[in-house]
């Protein structure tokens, strides 16, 4: 039974079952935070959001997987309103997922209506580019773009600041999870949303900043934020970090090429 329960979570296993601490100090997110989180299934949307923002980071090939997290943002309050993460390979089967997600959103009465501001990484080539089109015929979509290329860039720096501006929230106890959570897997089987759940928090426990020391006297230290340890995930928890980035800098109208008016 507990084999069935918690699988290779052997962390999880050891720090909830038997009280050992398996958290160390490079633990970007701690651990008392997120069971909070993760106690806070059930929040009600006060009204009708104008916008929810979809992250999307793309699978990069092997294990990876293709993550999407959806927010609102909601009286200084991040609200997980769907997550999705399945291992996809082809046009087919990431089309197949991006549009059961999007749909899934607007079968809910709150988000039917809403602006759905599409976040893609645009690391992997024109992955994003490709996205973009898929989605061009559902109505009140709109994707972001930096400099004419469809998506953000994720850096190194950048990835520095989406986990840093995640993890203020994060500590606030301000990140929760809606009581209609959307978790659209066209191809799982048995719980979905249990599972999709389970690898989430799994993620943000694993999920680490490490600083490698240069083999040159005169270099600088690399800062790495990542969660690929032991042949894990971490593409829910970059996509947390992505969504509430820069829907951040959305609401806050330093999105350049947005076009504001369009939204009013």
């Known amino acids: 039974m507990v084999k069935q329960i918690y699988g290779d979570q052997v962390d999880l296993l050891q720090r909830e079952s038997m009280g050992v601490i ?10 008392k935070y997120v069971d909070k989180m993760f106690n806070s299934m059930d929040h009600e949307l006060q009204k009708p959001p104008l916008f929810v923002f979809v992250g999307c980071d793309p699978n990069g090939g092997g294990s990876s997987q293709m993550g999407l997290v959806s927010i609102v943002i909601e009286f200084n309050k991040i609200i997980v309103v769907g997550i999705d ?3 996809t390979k082809g046009h087919e089967q990431i089309q197949r997922l ?3 997600h ?3 959103l607007r079968k809910q009465e709150k988000l039917k209506d809403s602006w759905i501001i599409f976040i ?5 080539g024109h992955e994003s580019d490709h996205m973009a089109y898929m989605l061009k015929n559902y109505r009140k979509v709109w994707t972001i773009s930096e400099k004419s290329r469809t ?3 994720t850096t190194a720096v950048r990835k520095e600041l989406y986990t840093m501006e995640t993890q203020k929230y994060i500590c606030q106890e301000s990140v929760m999870f809606w009581k209609h959570l959307v978790v659209s897997n066209p191809v799982g089987i048995g719980d979905v949303k249990a599972r999709a759940l389970s690898d989430f928090k799994k993620q943000l426990f ?3 900043r490490i600083i490698q020391h240069p083999q040159r006297g005169f270099a600088l230290p690399r800062v790495i934020y990542t969660g690929k340890f032991k042949g894990g995930n971490d593409d829910l928890c ?3 970090t992505m969504a509430v980035y820069w829907g951040i800098e959305f609401i806050t109208h330093r999105v350049k090429d947005a076009p504001y008016e369009m939204f009013q």
Request: hydrophobic content about 40%; proline content about 3%; charged content about 15%.
């Open 151 to 153: 998506g953000v860039i």
């Open 98 to 100: 991006l549009t059961a």
């Open 85 to 87: 993460s399945v291992t």
């Open 22 to 31: 398996t958290q160390d100090l490079q633990s970007v997110f701690k651990s």
């Open 238 to 240: 970059i996509t947390l």
């Open 206 to 208: 694993a999920f680490k």
């Open 102 to 104: 999007i749909e899934g």
């Open 120 to 124: 893609p990484e645009s690391n992997l």
